[in-house]
C-alpha cells in the first residue's frame, strides 16, 4: 500500500487546454528519476484556467523541479509542487510583497524616473532583487537617497500614471477574503503606495517603509525600521499568532530574494514572475497564469 502522506502532488495551471502530449511528456521526464506520476482526476476548467493533477510516489529535488518546469514552460502552463500535507493545514493568511508582485512596477524605480535616475536606482534594486546585494536596508538607503529633493506629489503621479494591479490580482484578493483568509501585504517599498492599495482592495493589514518629506520634497531618508526580508517575516508569523495559528497555515506570494525569508516555512510558496533564485525554492511559480491562479492551489 502506498502511504499517502509522503506524496507530492504536481498540479499544472494554464490558460489554455491542457494537451496531452504534455502529460506524456511530464511523465516520462519523472521516469528518469525513479519517480512514477499517477493523473489524478480529470483535467479541470474554472472559467478562467485549467488544470490538471498528479500524484508522484516520491518527493523531488530542486534540479529535478526545475527540469518538469522546464517541460512545463514549453506548453505556455506554470507547474506547482503542493505539500503531501497542504489539506490538514489549511490557509488562513496571504501574505504579499508588493513591487512585482501585487503590482506591476517598481515603485522607487518610477520615482526615480521623474528625476532621470532611474538607471541608477533599478540597477541597484535589481542587484537586490536577485540576491547579489545581500543588505536590503542598506540598498534601500541607497537608493532612498538618489530621490533627495524630489517633489512629493511625484508619488501621485506614479501611482496614477503608471501603478497598475498585476492580472489577477483584484480576483486573488477577492476569492480570498470571500474565503475568510486574512489579508497582509509587506513591502520593502512605501506606505504612500500601500495604504492606497489597501483602501482599493480592503486589505486586512500593510506594512512598508515611510519615505521623509520636508517642505514637500524628498529628503533622501526613510523614517523608522526599514521593512527588509526579516522584517517581512516577522509580521507575518506576528499576524499568524494573532488568528492562533502558525506559518504553515499562511500562503505567500513575492518575487526578489528579500522575499525568501518570508516564504520559507509557509503552507504555499508562490513566485510571481520571480528571479531564479525564488522560482526554484517556492512551491508555485507563476510565468504564464495570473495571481487569482493561487486560489487553485486551496481549491
Known sequence: ?????????????????????FSFELK????????SLHTEGEQSFNGTYYSERWVSNQLLDTQ??????????????????LKPDLNTNPIRVLAMDMDSTLINIECIDEIA??????????QITEATMRGEIKDFKESLRRRVALL?????????AVYRERLRPNPGAAELLAGAHERGIFTLLVSGGFTFFTEKLRQQFDLK????????????????KVLGDIVDGFAKAFYLDEVCSNLGCTKVNSMTMG????????????G????????????????AAFDYVGLDAALLLIA
Do not use: W
Not at 500500500?1 to 502530449?21: E, G, V
Not at 516520462?28 to 519517480?35: D, K, M, P, S, V
Not at 493589514?205 to 533622501?220: F, K, P, S, V
Not at 504555499?268 to 512551491?283: F, G, L, M, T
Open 205 to 220: 493589514r500593510t506594512q512598508a517603509n515611510t519615505l521623509e518629506i520636508i517642505d514637500n520634497r524628498l529628503t533622501g
Open 255 to 266: 518575487d526578489g530574494a528579500n522575499d525568501l525569508i518570508m516564504m520559507t516555512g509557509s
Open 113 to 122: 524616473d521623474f528625476t532621470g535616475k532611474k538607471a541608477a536606482v533599478a
Open 268 to 283: 504555499i510558496s508562490v513566485a510571481y514572475r520571480a528571479k531564479p533564485v525564488v522560482k526554484e525554492k517556492a512551491d
Open 148 to 156: 533627495e529633493g524630489v517633489p512629493a506629489d511625484t508619488l501621485e
Open 28 to 35: 516520462e521526464a519523472a521516469l528518469q528519476y525513479g519517480a
Open 64 to 81: 529535478q523541479r526545475e527540469h518538469l518546469r522546464l517541460i512545463t514552460n514549453k506548453y505556455s502552463a506554470d507547474l506547482c509542487f
Open 1 to 21: 500500500m502506498i502511504n499517502t502522506m509522503s506524496l507530492l502532488t504536481l498540479l499544472a495551471i494554464s490558460r489554455d487546454p491542457i494537451a496531452q502530449k
